[in-house]
């Protein structure tokens, strides 16, 4: 099994600690679960469904826990059920298992329901609003709105009486009060 180092990364990034831990932790594992089986599918843009086949369980067997980030699924297959039966062959597994799966940020589990032996598990991505990206308007300024770096009003002047532009080009007007100002 190959191993990667991270450590240049971690010198150019920030924030990304967790994301290196998980594949520090799956290159890092001995053997990943292979039961019971199951598919991750991406039902629209923020939408997903996790389907896991577990034949021989009921609902009442599985457990489902969202913990932070993580979500764990674990089976119990009760011993009772056996009892009054001998079994020649045991073709489906009814041993108990636990798998986790790591989740993104704002990944929450809204439902999950049991059907025909099948465990679907729905998430949903809930970005918070005030981390959705907004587009800002910009304005075209006025003529007559036009920015004085010297004025006690931010942003807003008011245009200068035409009387006042012919008296000498080197006045100009600082204020919606009416002050005057010498420029050299």
Not at 67 to 86: M, R
Not at 127 to 144: F, G, H, Q, S, Y
Request: some cysteine; hydrophobic content about 35%.
């Amino acid at each position: 099994m190959r191993t990667y180092d991270f450590s240049p990364l971690y010198r150019s990034t920030v924030g990304f600690d967790r994301l290196f831990d998980m594949l520090d932790q799956t290159a890092r594992a001995e053997s990943t679960p292979n039961w019971p089986p199951y598919n991750i599918e991406r039902t629209s843009e923020d939408d997903y469904r996790i389907m896991m086949a577990l034949a021989g369980f009921s609902p009442g067997e599985i457990e489902l826990v969202q913990k932070e980030n993580t979500l764990f699924v674990a089976g119990h297959k009760n011993a009772e059920q056996d009892e009054g039966a001998e079994v020649l062959h045991r073709g489906i597994a009814t041993r108990s298992f636990r798998q986790s799966f790591n989740l993104a940020e704002h990944v929450k589990v809204v439902g999950a329901h049991f059907e025909n032996g099948l465990l679907f598990i729905d998430l949903k991505r809930e970005v918070p609003e005030a981390l959705k990206p907004r587009r800002i308007e910009i304005r075209p300024i006025e003529r007559d709105q036009r920015h004085d770096p010297g004025s006690e009003q931010s942003g807003v002047s008011a245009p200068v009486p035409t009387r006042l532009r012919r008296l000498t080009p080197r006045c100009r007007f600082l204020s919606a009060r009416g002050g005057l100002s010498l420029s050299s």
